[in-house]
């Protein structure tokens, strides 16, 4: 058939059928549109926003402003946020009799309901940015000014957004990736997003570098974020290479820069609003869910677990998991204590500081018995890599809609962050430590 | 004079000639209304030299360099 029409007609039916329409279209276009195209205020803002020189720094500068609008503006909010629910458990463990009950409606209900809750302000702002730069047109020419680089590293110009919102919270970074068409170039940037190394991880940086770095805290913490630049571009690099869902290119870049306009308030909050509680909805109810389990396992046997004043963390399932599965940590320099801390950091990475706290690991000089210099660095490293933290397992699952992928990403990141730990061990070990 | 889109200097005018390459892509450049005959100029490259920046049916579209290589042009006098 189409062989016959290109026989025919001398071309293939594809194209005749653009050249047909766009007749039309040109043919009627006179008749409605009078005059040349005037030069707008768009080409005079392309001008300047685009300039040879002068488009980087915006476009650094524009990014720069949404990232700080939505963690600086969100902070105090996630912040009281945190010490509602804070107060509510508190309220909840003194008024209910029951002590199992009052730990799970305390701990596990309204704890985990706190952590879904606390991302709601940073994601809210987020989407409320980022519908502003796309409405305004700005959006479409990021991508164009940064297409270069990330095309040379397997990504697609829109990659570049959300790796960059990924050193807030990687939460917001993978929603970013809904401007991506291509679903490879989107699973891919999904994948990847979870090495930038985002807020919650700085604490865990700053407590054990600064117990057993010494003087190169400050260097090591500095590290930490290189690495984690470093690998997102091999990995990419490598799934590109290895994966045959990744193979070929990144997409074509067939991108229409539209005018600008200014954003209207009601657009804007109707997309913010649309966005947020999709995470809510799909994202929240894993999280949740996911708490409730890692309490049972942190409070449960509860006669052992509860004997004293203070929880024994040690005689509970997740202590025993500690200790069983410590051996395979022996080689990175791990005791069944930091074991366990990376067990809780599985819910959120901050938790790794408040868990040594709880094991009694709290100063610098417990932590100094428990790590040298070398096994505290691949601590960090491994804090870095392994598994996301839930709520981002979560939206992971929630964007790649695949059990696949999302099995994938935490199993990825585990091999990987043991890895590099060993790495570290093994060249420090090298090197005299 | 006839050349590829990819080579056509900042400000240049030309009329679209002819559009090649494989399936998805040569139907995604026709659909944007990279057909016969059309005038499309050449606004500006990207900071770092690509993506480009054309202005076509009187609106801006950015082609990767590479997506150019499959659209022949006249340049315009």
């Known amino acids: ?433 | 004079m006839q050349k590829k889109l990819s080579e056509l200097k900042t400000g240049e005018k030309a009329i679209i000639i002819q559009v090649q390459g494989s399936g998805a892509l040569r139907r995604r450049l026709l659909d944007m209304g990279l057909v016969r005959g059309t005038e499309i100029e050449m606004v500006r490259k990207s900071p770092l030299g690509d993506p480009l920046e054309f202005l076509v049916k009187g609106y801006n579209l950015s082609l990767r360099k590479m997506e150019c290589e499959n659209v022949y042009v006249e340049v315009k006098q």
């Open chain 1, 1 to 433: 058939m189409s062989e016959k029409i290109k026989e025919l007609l001398g071309e293939e039916a594809e194209v005749l059928l653009a050249e047909k329409r766009y007749e039309v279209i040109s043919r009627i276009l006179p008749k409605v549109l009078k005059g040349k195209k005037p030069l707008t205020r768009s080409d005079l803002l392309d001008k300047a926003f685009l300039n040879k020189y002068l488009g980087i720094p915006v476009f650094l500068a524009l990014w720069w402003a949404l990232f700080r609008f939505t963690f600086d503006v969100s902070a105090p909010l996630s912040d009281l946020i945190d010490m509602v629910f804070g107060r509510l458990g508190e309220i909840a463990s003194m008024s209910i009799q029951n002590e199992q009950l009052a730990s799970f409606v305390a701990d596990g209900l309204i704890g985990g309901l706190g952590s879904v809750l606390v991302f709601i302000p940073p994601i809210f702002f987020l989407f409320f940015g980022l519908a502003i730069l796309e409405d305004s047109g700005y959006l479409a020419r990021a991508a164009f000014v940064v297409d270069r680089v990330m095309y040379k590293l397997g990504l697609h110009g829109k990659s570049f957004i959300p790796m960059l919102l990924g050193f807030g919270c990687n939460i917001p970074g993978i929603m970013a990736t809904r401007t991506i068409d291509k679903e490879e170039d989107r699973i891919l940037t999904i994948l990847v997003n979870p090495l930038m190394s985002c807020s919650a991880r700085l604490p865990v940086y700053v407590f054990i570098g600064g117990a057993v770095l010494g003087g190169y805290a400050a260097a090591g913490v500095y590290s930490m974020y290189i690495l984690g630049i470093v690998l997102a571009v091999l990995m990419a690099l490598l799934f590109r290479r290895i994966i045959p869902y990744f193979k070929g290119k990144p997409s074509a870049f067939i991108l229409e820069l539209p005018m600008y306009a200014m954003p209207t308030l009601r657009s804007t909050l109707a997309h913010m609003w649309e966005r947020g509680v999709l995470f809510l909805k799909k994202a929240g109810t894993i999280i949740l869910l996911a708490t409730v389990v890692i309490w049972a396992l942190s409070a449960y046997p509860w006669g052992a677990v509860h004997s004293g004043d203070e929880p024994l963390i040690e005689a509970s399932y997740v202590g025993f998991l500690g200790h069983a599965i410590e051996p395979i940590f022996r080689p990175l320099g791990f005791d069944w204590r930091a074991t366990v801390a990376l067990f809780f950091g599985f819910v959120a990475k901050e938790i790794v500081v408040d868990t040594f706290g709880v094991l009694g690991l709290g100063g610098a000089e417990e932590l100094q018995q428990v790590f040298n210099p070398v096994t505290g660095l691949a601590f960090m490293a491994f804090t870095l890599i392994y598994i996301p933290c839930l709520a981002t397992i979560g939206v992971i699952y929630r964007e790649t809609n695949s059990w696949k992928w999302t099995v994938f990403t935490v199993v990825y990141g585990v091999v990987l962050a043991y890895f590099v730990a060993f790495l570290i061990v093994g060249i420090g070990g090298m090197l005299g430590y």
